[in-house]
T-cell receptor
Framework: GESVGLHLPTLSVQEGDNSIINCAYS??????FIWYKQESGKGPQFIID?????DKRQGQRVTVLLNKTVKHLSLQIAATQPGDSAVYFC????????????FGSGTRLQVQP | ETGVTQSPTHLIKTRGQQVTLRCSSQ?????VSWYQQALGQGPQFIFQ???????GRGNFPPRFSGLQFPNYSSELNVNALELDDSALYLC??????????????FGPGTRLTVL
């Protein structure tokens, strides 16, 4: 079946560097995408979302890029901090009436001091 | 903190038993979704409840059932537990308005271990 997937299971970066986490999705009908951060022992925490009619959205220190042509989603974190260490999931959804999110398997971000 | 609470935090059951997990949604939210997260994987959608009725279901067998109450809190029931049911069960609340379901806020989860 169609699913959301991630290219790299673990990403290690130096504190202060920028991080880029990538995600590939296969369902061209998906119209809403979200990035979540999950720390150990906690539920997923919303970071940023983007709808399919946009190709870029910025938040505080984070930017999400959507490339519908190649079905690719990325999360950019500026000036990565130790508190950013966590597992990051991309999720996709089809339609607005029911947000049944389809999650990828996750990328672990490790920030080295 | 999201304001979504779940109980219990941890639970140990044996194969064949039944379990009930509980979720209190964030104030003002009317929709609750349940997800199963196996170790090292992303959450998998189980089902969603809106105004006390099921509003969609994922690829889970009928022994996974749920309820939503008038105050929008929810229960997840699993019968005839199997070893593979061991996972973190996440509840997410959101507001459905104008036909659209908005951002989902997750609770901390219930860790279920089936022996």
């Amino acid at each position: 079946g169609e699913s959301v997937g991630l290219h790299l299971p673990t990403l290690s970066v130096q504190e202060g560097d920028n991080s880029i986490i990538n995600c590939a999705y296969s369902n061209s009908a998906s119209d809403y995408f979200i990035w979540y951060k999950q720390e150990s022992g906690k539920g997923p925490q919303f970071i940023i979302d983007i709808r399919s009619n946009m190709d870029k959205r910025q938040g505080q220190r984070v930017t999400v890029l959507l490339n519908k042509t190649v079905k690719h989603l990325s999360l950019q974190i500026a000036a990565t901090q130790p508190g950013d260490s966590a597992v990051y999931f991309c999720a996709e959804n089809i339609g607005t009436g029911r947000r049944a999110l389809t999650f990828g398997s996750g990328t672990r971000l490790q920030v080295q001091p | 903190e999201t304001g979504v609470t779940q109980s219990p935090t941890h639970l140990i059951k044996t194969r064949g038993q039944q379990v009930t997990l509980r979720c209190s949604s964030q104030s003002g939210h009317n929709t609750v979704s349940w997800y199963q997260q196996a170790l090292g994987q992303g959450p998998q959608f189980i089902f969603q409840y809106y105004r006390e009725e099921e509003n969609g279901r994922g690829n889970f067998p009928p022994r996974f059932s749920g309820l939503q109450f008038p105050n929008y809190s929810s229960e997840l029931n699993v019968n005839a537990l199997e070893l593979d049911d061991s996972a973190l069960y996440l509840c997410a609340s959101s507001l459905k308005s104008g036909g659209a379901v908005n951002e989902q806020f997750f609770g901390p989860g219930t860790r279920l271990t089936v022996l």
